[in-house]
């Protein structure tokens, strides 16, 4: 076993804390990493708060892991001591299930074993990235490449990933209008790949503050959503609309911006269900679907695409003594875009 340091809530709500516990050894096919950064997504504070259900105490968030390869398994192929490395959602899964066999881990039908706040193969509860060490299967871990920045990468390995996926998914391109609802840490992301990809993005949210920063980032146009009549100015207009918002709101206000055989992709997740109005895809063969990440070869594809088109996550780098403050102010919206966790800073 190797003993780490990290940081955890104890219990469902309690403040995140200095916490140690153990790793397994690694194995011949493991990778030992020291983790330099962590980025900090929403759902960690879902999760954390046991407001999804199910949650493990203590738990150790975070999955979306950058860092350092500094001990390598003895039948290790694919990475060598030295290299920088990535870790996303997932650690594991079945590996026999068809979604496996076609590299889609995230829809494995036996269910994919989580990074933190999951059982591993033996029984084990998992533990995340809040923390200096972690023991990874080689086939579940990322090569960053060398012309991302380790703190630009954390975010992608979730928010790059879950934006990434669908619009490769659902053929996002050139010459497409593409809506992005949110910009947060996936809608900002959904922004600078949408432009990448070649499509003409507007954003749509309810901060006029962050209009610059929607223009900044690639979109050509912005709709403050807290102005009357803004969605209905804009409705037929788009061939895709992507939905990052994971707080209650009117779903059929966006399926409205869609032309006939437009495409809503949600990747938010509102905890509430929410209503759908058959007549808002009916009368014009619209489609509202879902997606969840990416596996491991495309999640390796999103990270060459980030690196080429030179667009990382725009972070905020902060201590592992300000977590707790940072959740409090990702609640408020006051991050632009990802917090991202300094593990030196644990000492």
Excluded at 68 to 78: H, L, M, P, Y
């Amino acid at each position: 076993m190797l003993h780490t340091k990290g940081y955890a809530a104890m219990s469902a709500g309690a403040a995140l804390e200095p916490f140690s516990f153990n790793r397994r050894a690694v194995g011949p096919h493991d990778v030992l990493i020291q983790i330099q950064y962590c980025g900090i997504c929403h759902s960690d504070i879902h999760q954390a708060r046991d407001e999804w259900g199910g949650s493990f105490f203590p738990m150790v968030p975070g999955h979306e892991i950058v860092g350092t390869a500094i001990q390598i398994g003895g039948e290790v192929k694919k990475f060598k001591q030295g290299d920088r490395v990535g870790v996303g959602c997932f650690v594991d899964s079945c590996r026999r299930c068809g979604a496996c066999q076609v590299g889609l881990e995230q829809y494995c039908e036996a269910g994919m074993i989580l990074t933190y706040n999951g059982l591993d193969k033996q029984g084990a509860p998992t533990y995340g990235g809040y923390s200096k060490q972690i023991v990874v299967d080689e086939n579940y871990l990322l090569r960053v490449p060398s012309s991302l920045s380790l703190e630009g990468t954390a975010p992608l390995l979730c928010a790059g990933i879950t934006t990434y996926s669908p619009l490769k998914h659902w053929g996002v391109g050139k010459g497409h209008r593409l809506g992005v609802v949110g910009l947060g840490g996936l809608g900002h992301m959904a922004v600078k790949i949408g432009w990448a990809l070649g499509a003409e993005v507007t954003v749509f949210s309810r901060s006029e503050r962050k209009r610059q920063d929607a223009y900044r980032l690639g979109a050509v146009d912005f709709v403050s959503t807290e102005k009357d009549g803004a969605l209905s100015e804009q409705s037929g207009k788009f061939d895709f609309v992507i939905d990052t918002v994971s707080a209650s709101h009117d779903y059929n206000a966006y399926l409205d911006l869609l032309t006939r055989d437009g495409t809503m992709i949600l990747v938010g997740a509102p905890s509430e269900p929410l209503p759908v109005a058959a007549f808002h895809l009916v009368l014009k063969r619209r489609r509202m679907v879902g997606s969840l990440i990416g596996g491991i070869s495309e999640t390796q594809e999103m990270l060459e695409f980030c690196a080429k088109h030179q667009i990382p996550s725009d972070v905020e780098v902060i201590p592992f003594q300000q977590v707790n403050e940072a959740y409090e102010r990702i609640l408020k919206g006051d991050v632009r875009f990802r917090f991202v966790i300094d593990v030196e800073s644990l000492g």
